[in-house]
């Protein structure tokens, strides 16, 4: 599980360049936005998280390890729960909240860039599957 890697990921690293491309700013990994954004734009209220499959639990590709697999679900139902929390709170705090998984962004990185782009003038929350 050393090899993991929280930051800087080769999907992360591309769709940081793309949203660069389109004239987004914003900062990687924020500490001080709730729930640790992989983008966030303090300015304009925007924060931009990408689910990993395994780690977040997708419906279609997320495959359970056979070993531990009591820890293993409980881990990933405990993600869920705070994926839902921090949902939750930048919906009260009126931000632009965008979440997408890590499959639609290797699909069709241009569809989810457009989500941003013409969502940026509502205040919505945008879950990708």
Known sequence: ?????????KLEV???????????????????CFG???FANKKNKMA??????FW????FHCRMPKSHARYWNQKIERNKERDRQVVEWYQRHEWHLF?????SLKVDVDKCLSK?????KT???LKDI
Do not use: Q, Y
């Open 36 to 38: 640790k954004p992989d």
């Open 14 to 32: 591309g769709f940081g360049r793309k949203l660069r491309e389109i004239g987004i700013k914003f900062r990687r990994n924020v500490k001080s």
């Open 123 to 125: 205040k919505l929350v």
């Open 56 to 59: 977040h639990g997708c419906r």
């Open 116 to 120: 941003i782009k013409k969502n940026m």
């Open 99 to 103: 979440r997408f998984w890590e499959h």
């Open 1 to 9: 599980m050393r090899a993991v890697k929280s930051r800087g990921t």
């Open 48 to 53: 931009i998280f990408i689910d990993s499959c």
